[in-house]
């Protein structure tokens, strides 16, 4: 006797991952016909997958299988779902920055692939001025910034950033070859030292208002000079 082959069915829905680099999407199979077994295998190939509760991303074959109507008859339906991801969030804070005598503040430079996000900076010992919530803060401490960038999806990704601090406060110091002007010595080099050197300096002599470390004098009287660095303005002796 010759049967009619029993005819397999089933149904499949999905949860897609929620966020990029998460295997937290689902796989359900609902209305197996009876007698019917299921498998899942990720692209078709290698082994069944029906036991996990979560998934990754990918594309996976979905087949149900039963014994026909007649002796070694198997009956088999598939069918083909995809599991997607939403696109991966790159964050960048940006360059390291440094606080110095002259920039108490800096701004910082963050980045982001995500334009249609929020974004929040927050720090380990530093201190935030403002901007926050915003690519580009305005800080005055040193430490270290995280900006983290959520998407509307509610997925999150972070970069931290280190700023620095160079405050050291030079010292200026006024060296003579003499200390008295007279009839055989009719000038005098003096000469602007600088310790603690926090870039390229630049001299200012009061009065003479000559730029150069050393200058030449022939009068007697009370000398000073300005020293002006990248990050820093001190007055000398």
């Given at each position: 006797t010759?049967?009619?082959?029993?005819?397999?069915?089933?149904?499949?829905?999905?949860?897609?991952?929620?966020?990029?680099?998460?295997?937290?999407?689902?796989?359900?199979?609902?209305?197996?016909?009876?007698?019917?077994?299921?498998?899942?295998?990720?692209?078709?190939?290698?082994?069944?997958?029906?036991?996990?509760?979560?998934?990754?991303?990918?594309?996976?074959?979905?087949?149900?299988?039963?014994?026909?109507?007649n002796?070694?008859?198997?009956?088999?339906?598939?069918?083909?779902?995809?599991?997607?991801?939403?696109?991966?969030?790159?964050?960048?804070?940006?360059?390291?920055?440094?606080i110095?005598?002259?920039?108490?503040?800096?701004?910082?430079?963050?980045?982001?692939?995500?334009?249609?996000?929020?974004y929040?900076?927050?720090?380990?010992?530093?201190?935030?001025?403002?901007?926050?919530?915003t690519?580009?803060?305005?800080?005055?401490?040193?430490?270290?910034?995280?900006?983290?960038?959520?998407?509307?999806?509610?997925?999150?990704?972070?970069?931290?950033?280190r700023?620095?601090?160079?405050?050291?406060?030079?010292?200026?110091?006024?060296?003579?070859?003499?200390?008295?002007?007279?009839?055989?010595?009719?000038?005098?080099?003096?000469?602007?030292n600088?310790?603690?050197?926090?870039?390229?300096?630049?001299?200012?002599?009061?009065?003479?208002?000559?730029?150069?470390?050393?200058?030449?004098?022939?009068?007697?009287?009370?000398?000073?000079?300005?020293?002006?660095?990248?990050?820093?303005?001190?007055?000398?002796?």
């Open positions: 010759i049967k009619e082959p029993i005819k397999v069915m089933f149904d499949v829905s999905i949860n897609n991952v929620s966020c990029y680099g998460d295997a937290d999407g689902t796989i359900t199979v609902i209305g197996v016909s009876d007698g019917a077994s299921t498998t899942i295998q990720l692209n078709g190939l290698g082994e069944d997958l029906s036991g996990q509760s979560t998934f990754g991303p990918g594309t996976y074959l979905i087949t149900a299988s039963a014994a026909g109507g002796d070694g008859d198997i009956c088999i339906a598939t069918k083909e779902v995809i599991i997607t991801e939403p696109s991966q969030i790159i964050v960048n804070a940006g360059p390291s920055k440094t110095t005598c002259k920039d108490r503040t800096v701004e910082l430079n963050g980045s982001s692939n995500h334009l249609n996000a929020t929040q900076w927050t720090t380990q010992y530093g201190v935030i001025d403002s901007g926050d919530d690519l580009k803060p305005i800080v005055s401490g040193p430490g270290i910034y995280t900006l983290t960038v959520t998407s509307n999806e509610g997925c999150s990704s972070s970069d931290d950033v700023v620095n601090i160079n405050n050291l406060k030079p010292t200026v110091t006024i060296t003579s070859t003499e200390t008295e002007l007279n009839c055989s010595i009719p000038s005098i080099t003096l000469s602007a600088v310790t603690s050197i926090q870039g390229t300096p630049s001299y200012l002599w009061l009065g003479s208002f000559e730029t150069t470390p050393t200058i030449e004098v022939t009068e007697a009287g009370e000398y000073k000079v300005y020293v002006e660095f990248t990050e820093a303005h001190v007055q000398g002796p």
